[in-house]
């Protein structure tokens, strides 16, 4: 009978596999329905539908090239946490029946498509798009709630993997 150890590393290969598919599925879908995202890129950054009467109106971008700019690098920067979780899901994989030391470092891969998803649902949709553009003001064009959620579980994966492996019995 395998161990819970056995079991604790499995779930940390499933958590990040999940992230991995989620990663690959909205690069997927931002590349084979680009202009359904794109729009919302567009928007956020013409700050068109914050409040009115906000004074930070002077931080809205009008270049059709900065638009497809940014939505080409965030779907790069996806492309790259999908092949990196899926690399440290193989890495993990393989290791899984290693000493605590070696799955350990197997997860290298993994951190950096959870950290490059950090960098995407964090810096770029909270910090970037929810208060530098305003994005929280708007009702039409708001990723707030979605990037909260898709954070949440990236967050908890990330913390879950560090969590000290222990020795097969």
């Not at 590393?9 to 995202?37: E, F, H, P, Q, W």
């Not at 914050?50 to 009008?62: C, G, K, L, T």
């Not at 900065?66 to 994989?93: N, R």
């Not at 995407?120 to 305003?134: L, M």
Request: glycine share 8%.
């Amino acid at each position: 009978m395998k161990s819970t150890a056995y079991a604790f590393r499995i779930g940390k290969i499933t958590a990040v596999m999940g992230i991995g598919l989620m990663a690959l599925l909205i690069a997927a879908g931002n590349i084979t329905d680009y202009y359904s995202n794109y729009y919302f890129v567009e928007h956020v950054m013409k700050m068109d539908t914050i409040f009115p009467n906000s004074d930070i109106h002077y931080r809205a971008v009008q270049s059709p090239v900065l638009y497809h700019t940014s939505y080409i690098l965030l779907i790069a920067m996806e492309g790259f946490m999908t092949f990196s979780c899926f690399k440290g899901v193989f890495s993990m994989y393989k290791k899984r029946k290693s000493t605590a030391v070696d799955f350990h470092a197997a997860k290298k891969w993994a951190v950096y498509g959870l950290i490059s998803g950090i960098a995407i649902w964090f810096i770029g949709f909270e910090v970037i798009g929810g208060e530098w553009f305003g994005m929280w003001q708007s009702t039409q064009w708001n990723g707030l709630y979605s990037a909260d959620r898709i954070l949440t579980f990236i967050t908890l994966v990330f913390i879950s993997i560090q969590l000290k492996d222990e020795e097969l019995s």
